[in-house]
Protein backbone atom coordinates (compact mmCIF):
# COMPACT_ATOMS: atom_id res chain seq x y z
CA UNK A 1 0.00 0.00 0.00
CA UNK A 2 1.23 3.87 -0.95
CA UNK A 3 1.07 5.88 2.00
CA UNK A 4 3.31 8.48 -0.07
CA UNK A 5 0.61 10.69 -0.92
CA UNK A 6 -0.27 11.23 3.00
CA UNK A 7 1.17 13.93 5.12
CA UNK A 8 3.73 12.88 7.51
CA UNK A 9 1.28 12.94 10.59
CA UNK A 10 -1.04 10.55 8.63
CA UNK A 11 1.87 8.44 7.56
CA UNK A 12 2.86 7.79 11.06
CA UNK A 13 -0.49 6.85 12.27
CA UNK A 14 -0.65 4.55 9.32
CA UNK A 15 2.35 3.07 10.22
CA UNK A 16 1.42 2.44 14.00
CA UNK A 17 -1.94 0.88 12.91
CA UNK A 18 -0.17 -1.69 10.46
CA UNK A 19 2.69 -2.64 13.27
CA UNK A 20 -0.50 -3.19 15.68
CA UNK A 21 -2.30 -5.00 13.01
CA UNK A 22 1.16 -7.23 11.88
CA UNK A 23 1.23 -8.07 15.66
CA UNK A 24 -2.26 -9.21 15.64
CA UNK A 25 -1.50 -11.34 12.62
CA UNK A 26 1.56 -13.42 13.83
CA UNK A 27 -0.23 -13.91 17.39
CA UNK A 28 -3.23 -14.95 15.62
CA UNK A 29 -0.95 -17.03 13.21
CA UNK A 30 0.37 -19.14 15.89
CA UNK A 31 -2.16 -19.78 17.89
CA UNK A 32 -4.25 -20.90 14.67
CA UNK A 33 -1.11 -23.13 13.63
CA UNK A 34 -0.83 -24.98 17.07
CA UNK A 35 -4.55 -25.84 16.81
CA UNK A 36 -3.92 -27.06 12.87
CA UNK A 37 -0.85 -28.98 14.11
CA UNK A 38 -2.09 -30.35 16.89
CA UNK A 39 -5.06 -31.71 15.84
CA UNK A 40 -3.58 -33.50 12.86
CA UNK A 41 -0.33 -34.69 14.32
CA UNK A 42 -1.22 -35.42 18.04
CA UNK A 43 -3.28 -38.40 18.72
CA UNK A 44 -0.94 -40.35 21.06
CA UNK A 45 -2.18 -40.34 24.96
CA UNK A 46 -0.48 -43.64 26.49
CA UNK A 47 2.45 -40.84 27.41
CA UNK A 48 2.65 -37.33 28.50
CA UNK A 49 5.23 -36.18 26.58
CA UNK A 50 5.26 -35.98 22.59
CA UNK A 51 6.20 -39.66 20.81
CA UNK A 52 9.42 -38.95 18.13
CA UNK A 53 7.14 -39.06 15.25
CA UNK A 54 4.33 -36.62 16.96
CA UNK A 55 7.61 -34.43 17.16
CA UNK A 56 8.54 -34.70 13.71
CA UNK A 57 4.96 -34.16 12.19
CA UNK A 58 4.56 -31.12 14.12
CA UNK A 59 8.10 -29.95 13.06
CA UNK A 60 6.68 -30.63 9.42
CA UNK A 61 3.58 -29.02 9.57
CA UNK A 62 4.85 -25.92 11.17
CA UNK A 63 7.70 -25.94 8.62
CA UNK A 64 5.03 -26.74 5.71
CA UNK A 65 2.38 -24.19 6.52
CA UNK A 66 4.53 -21.25 6.86
CA UNK A 67 6.26 -22.21 3.34
CA UNK A 68 2.98 -22.43 1.81
CA UNK A 69 1.35 -19.28 3.27
CA UNK A 70 4.60 -17.73 1.81
CA UNK A 71 3.63 -19.40 -1.43
CA UNK A 72 0.38 -18.03 -1.59
CA UNK A 73 1.35 -15.17 -0.18
CA UNK A 74 3.75 -14.71 -3.57
CA UNK A 75 0.58 -15.50 -6.00
CA UNK A 76 -2.15 -13.37 -4.05
CA UNK A 77 0.91 -10.18 -4.71
CA UNK A 78 0.68 -11.07 -8.55
CA UNK A 79 -3.24 -11.73 -8.91
CA UNK A 80 -3.59 -8.17 -7.06
CA UNK A 81 -0.97 -6.41 -9.31
CA UNK A 82 -2.99 -7.78 -12.36
CA UNK A 83 -6.36 -6.11 -11.18
CA UNK A 84 -4.58 -2.85 -10.23
CA UNK A 85 -2.71 -2.80 -13.66
CA UNK A 86 -5.78 -3.24 -15.49
CA UNK A 87 -5.46 -6.82 -17.98
CA UNK B 1 -7.74 0.43 7.53
CA UNK B 2 -11.32 -0.64 6.63
CA UNK B 3 -9.71 -1.33 3.25
CA UNK B 4 -6.39 -3.20 5.35
CA UNK B 5 -8.71 -5.27 7.13
CA UNK B 6 -10.83 -6.58 4.10
CA UNK B 7 -7.47 -7.32 2.20
CA UNK B 8 -6.08 -9.19 5.16
CA UNK B 9 -9.17 -11.23 6.21
CA UNK B 10 -8.77 -12.49 2.16
CA UNK B 11 -5.46 -13.36 2.42
CA UNK B 12 -6.45 -15.50 5.79
CA UNK B 13 -9.54 -17.36 4.13
CA UNK B 14 -6.94 -17.59 0.66
CA UNK B 15 -4.01 -19.34 3.08
CA UNK B 16 -6.76 -21.57 4.97
CA UNK B 17 -9.06 -22.55 1.52
CA UNK B 18 -5.80 -23.80 -0.37
CA UNK B 19 -4.57 -25.39 2.15
CA UNK B 20 -7.39 -27.62 3.03
CA UNK B 21 -7.94 -28.28 -0.47
CA UNK B 22 -4.03 -28.93 -1.57
CA UNK B 23 -1.90 -30.01 1.56
CA UNK B 24 -2.27 -33.37 2.85
CA UNK B 25 -2.57 -33.14 6.78
CA UNK B 26 -0.36 -36.48 6.85
CA UNK B 27 2.94 -34.23 6.84
CA UNK B 28 5.55 -36.77 5.72
CA UNK B 29 7.84 -33.48 4.41
CA UNK B 30 8.48 -30.26 5.60
CA UNK B 31 8.71 -28.96 2.00
CA UNK B 32 5.91 -28.13 -0.52
CA UNK B 33 6.13 -31.34 -3.49
CA UNK B 34 5.84 -30.32 -6.87
CA UNK B 35 2.22 -31.19 -6.20
CA UNK B 36 0.92 -29.05 -3.68
CA UNK B 37 3.04 -25.90 -5.40
CA UNK B 38 0.86 -26.71 -8.76
CA UNK B 39 -2.27 -27.35 -6.67
CA UNK B 40 -1.70 -23.72 -4.46
CA UNK B 41 -1.44 -21.98 -7.90
CA UNK B 42 -4.05 -23.17 -9.38
CA UNK B 43 -5.66 -22.53 -6.28
CA UNK B 44 -5.64 -18.64 -6.04
CA UNK B 45 -5.65 -18.38 -9.63
CA UNK B 46 -9.54 -19.71 -9.21
CA UNK B 47 -9.99 -18.01 -5.69
CA UNK B 48 -9.46 -14.85 -7.35
CA UNK B 49 -11.58 -16.17 -10.36
CA UNK B 50 -14.71 -16.77 -7.85
CA UNK B 51 -13.95 -13.27 -6.07
CA UNK B 52 -14.74 -11.84 -9.11
CA UNK B 53 -17.90 -13.45 -10.59
CA UNK B 54 -19.36 -13.76 -7.21
CA UNK B 55 -19.06 -9.82 -7.17
CA UNK B 56 -20.44 -9.09 -10.61
CA UNK B 57 -23.30 -11.26 -9.87
CA UNK B 58 -24.17 -9.50 -6.66
CA UNK B 59 -23.32 -6.06 -8.90
CA UNK B 60 -26.54 -7.52 -10.78
CA UNK B 61 -29.19 -8.61 -8.03
CA UNK B 62 -27.98 -5.26 -6.67
CA UNK B 63 -28.48 -3.53 -10.16
CA UNK B 64 -31.88 -6.05 -10.80
CA UNK B 65 -33.58 -4.63 -7.42
CA UNK B 66 -33.44 -1.10 -8.80
Known sequence: ?87 | AGQLDMITDTFNKLVNSCHAKCISTRYLEADLNKGESVCIDRCVAKFFAVNTKVGEQMQQIGSQRQ
Open chain 1, 1 to 87: MDFSQLTANDQQAMEAIVARKQMKDFSRLFTSLVDRCFTSCVDDFTSRSLTSREDECVSKCTQKFLKHSERVGARFQEENQKIAGGN
